[in-house]
C-alpha cells in the first residue's frame, strides 16, 4: 500500500492528479510531546496524520493552554492557511508518536479546483470547525465552570455511544488536564465535577474507562444553563 491510499480524503482524486500528490508529499515522523507546527508561523502546506495523534492548542501569555481539538489517523489540518495564503492560526503538537505527510498549498488547491467533491469535503469540515466554535463561544461566555466541564462530558459522550442511546463509553479516561484546557478552568474543577457526577451515580469509572450513565440527564443539565441561546 502507498502512503498516498492512506489518506482518505484523495481516494476520489483521478490518477494524474493522485500520482501529482503522492510525488508532493512530504513524510516526516514526531515523537511523542514534540511540536510540529508554531502558531503565527509561515508555512502553509497541509498535513495529513499518517499514524499517531496531534493536537491543535493556543498558549496564553501565561502559558495556559487552550486546547481545539485532536486529530487522529484519517485526519489533516492546515488548511486555512493553504487556502489564504495567511500565518498558521495555532500550534500543532504530537501526542502520540506520529507519521505524517505534508502538501504544498499549490498543489493541495488544484486538488481543490480539480476535484468538486473534495472540495466540499472540505467546506463540510470547515463548516463544522465553524459550529464547534461558535458553541465554544457560546459555553465560554455563558455557562460556569462546572457547566462546561459538563459540556465537554457531553461532547466526549456523543463520540463514545454505545447500544444503548442513553450511555456512552469513553476510553480512554480523558485526563484532567486535557479537559481542563478545553474548557478553560483548572483541573481541580475538573477532578470536583467528576467527583460529584459519579456521587450522583451519572458516571462511572471502571479502570481506564469513564461510563456516562445517563446522557439524557447530562444533556439537561447543560441545557437547563444554556437556556435558548
Excluded at 497541509?46 to 499517531?52: L, R
Excluded at 495555532?90 to 481543490?112: C, E, G, K, T, W
Excluded at 476535484?115 to 458553541?135: D, E, F, G, W, Y
Excluded at 451515580?201 to 474507562?209: M, S
Amino acid at each position: 500500500m502507498k502512503d498516498i491510499d492512506r489518506i482518505p480524503l484523495f481516494d476520489s482524486v483521478a490518477p494524474p492528479l493522485r500520482e501529482k500528490i503522492s510525488e508532493q508529499l512530504v513524510f516526516k515522523g514526531y515523537s511523542a510531546g514534540e511540536q510540529i507546527i508554531d502558531r503565527r508561523s509561515s508555512g502553509n502546506e497541509v498535513v495529513f496524520v499518517i499514524e499517531g495523534r496531534v493536537r491543535v492548542v493556543i498558549y496564553s501569555l501565561s502559558g495556559r493552554e487552550v486546547a481545539f481539538d485532536d486529530i487522529a489517523s484519517g485526519g489533516y489540518l492546515g488548511e486555512l492557511a493553504s487556502i489564504d495564503n495567511g500565518l498558521r492560526s495555532a500550534n500543532v503538537m504530537s501526542i502520540d508518536d506520529s507519521y505524517l505527510a505534508f502538501l504544498p498549498a499549490q498543489v493541495f488547491m488544484q486538488v481543490l479546483e480539480e476535484t468538486p467533491s473534495i472540495s466540499i469535503q472540505v467546506m463540510r469540515r470547515l463548516s463544522k470547525i465553524i459550529r464547534q466554535a461558535t458553541t465554544r463561544i457560546v459555553d465560554l461566555s455563558t455557562l460556569g465552570a462546572n457547566n462546561r466541564v459538563h459540556a465537554e462530558l457531553l461532547r466526549l459522550s456523543r463520540i463514545g455511544n454505545t447500544e444503548d442511546e442513553n450511555e456512552s463509553i469513553i476510553n480512554p479516561i480523558p485526563v484532567h488536564n486535557e479537559i481542563a484546557s478545553r474548557v478553560s478552568t483548572t483541573r481541580e474543577t475538573v477532578a470536583r465535577v467528576m467527583n460529584e457526577l459519579a456521587r450522583q451515580g451519572l458516571l462511572t469509572r471502571e479502570k481506564d474507562t469513564i461510563i456516562i450513565n445517563d446522557i439524557k440527564c447530562l444533556e439537561y443539565m447543560v441545557n437547563d444553563v444554556r437556556g435558548d441561546i
